[in-house]
């Protein structure tokens, strides 16, 4: 890719473009489907609302983690990697909902000669609400070297 | 302060144990294609071999949080006959002790780190343990919190990425 992001391309403080995902019921079920997930509470509308008591089915919690990982491995690019992710769950992502992933530099320090970057992360649904705060650590490459 | 529910339940001798041990079948192409369909990542290095091979890693790899549920919940495979009523049977990071389903669980929080992607083709093998437990009152009652840690292993032994999950259990609402 030529649009490759660098370690000195970015500062403390920065943002990353935000990121969008729309999740889906049918989302939901392939994702059910392909982990083998029969939690009830993510497919049975009546089970979920009158038993449990959520406003609809909801997404499972770990989407979170794909939306995360996505997000945050096409903007580090070809050369950079996703070394660590960290996440809290808070608030249910609910199947209609367009989840916005942002993503801000809170450090940058160097890791045994890799250009590494820590970052506050939030997923935040069309009402504002943070559903699954996040941090990660990213590795970048660096232009002095050759070798990523 | 009420009686200790973690004492009750009599888990804090499982600390240390060893509760997840699958050594892994084979990761179809196919099993990565329809994960990454699920979550809408549609990068071609999920789909087209060729275009895998011209990629970062040089080969059809999955996204890389599929280590942490796609290969993690093999011993959830049961009957409905089997299942919870509410559909639950194994879940990352839910030890099976006797008394576990007394309680109802959530996810509290996750803590992946990454070393390599899943190649089609591997073999992954997980190994868990419990790490830690603790417990605080909560708004609503008793909240036990359970930390797992997960480590994935392809065949040729390199690890592939640590996954700490911690799970709050509470005591069910409904009898």
């Known amino acids: 890719m030529n649009n490759q992001i660098f370690y000195e391309d970015v500062v403390e403080g920065q943002e990353l473009p935000p990121f969008e995902k729309l999740v889906t019921t049918v989302n939901i079920l392939m994702y059910l489907s392909t982990v083998w997930l029969m939690d009830r509470i993510h497919f049975d509308h009546p089970f979920a609302t009158q038993r449990r008591g ?6 499972p919690g770990n989407m979170a983690v794909d939306y995360y990982t996505q997000f945050l491995t096409e903007w580090a690019g070809e050369k950079g990697n996703l070394r660590k992710l960290s996440i809290q769950f808070r608030s249910f992502m609910l199947p209609g909902d367009t989840l916005t ?13 890799k250009g590494c970057l ?31 | 302060m009420e009686a200790s529910l973690l004492e009750k339940l009599g888990w804090k001798k499982y600390i240390g144990q060893e509760t997840a041990s699958y050594a892994g079948e084979t990761v179809l192409p196919r099993d990565i294609r329809r994960y990454a369909l699920a979550i809408d990542d549609l990068n071609p290095i999920y ?7 011209k990629g970062k890693y040089g080969g059809l790899t999955a996204p890389l949080s599929y280590v942490s549920w796609a290969i993690g919940v093999p011993g959830g495979e049961k009957s409905v006959r089997e ?3 509410d559909g639950l049977a194994t879940f990352v ?3 099976e002790f006797p008394n576990t389903w007394e309680l109802g669980w959530v996810r509290g929080g996750e803590e992946l780190e990454f070393f390599k992607p899943v190649y089609a083709g591997d073999q992954v093998t997980v190994t ?20 797992s840690l997960f480590t994935y292993k392809n065949q040729k032994g390199e690890t592939l990425a640590k996954h700490r999950v911690t799970m709050i259990a509470t005591p069910r609402k409904e009898s």
């Open chain 2, 128 to 147: 868990g343990n419990i790490v830690d437990m603790s417990e605080k009152d909560g708004k609503s009652g008793k909240m036990i919190f359970v930390t």
């Open chain 1, 118 to 148: 820590e970052l506050e992360l939030s997923l935040k649904n069309p009402s504002g609400i943070n559903c699954v705060p996040g941090k990660a650590v990213v590795e970048l490459p660096m232009k002095g070297s050759k070798k990523a």
């Open chain 2, 83 to 85: 299942l919870g009523e």
């Open chain 1, 54 to 59: 959520l406003p609809n089915v909801v997404a």
């Open chain 1, 101 to 113: 992933c942002r993503g801000k530099i809170i450090r940058k320090y160097i890791d045994e000669g």
């Open chain 2, 47 to 53: 789909f087209d071999e060729n275009a895998a091979k």
């Open chain 2, 93 to 95: 990071g839910v030890p």
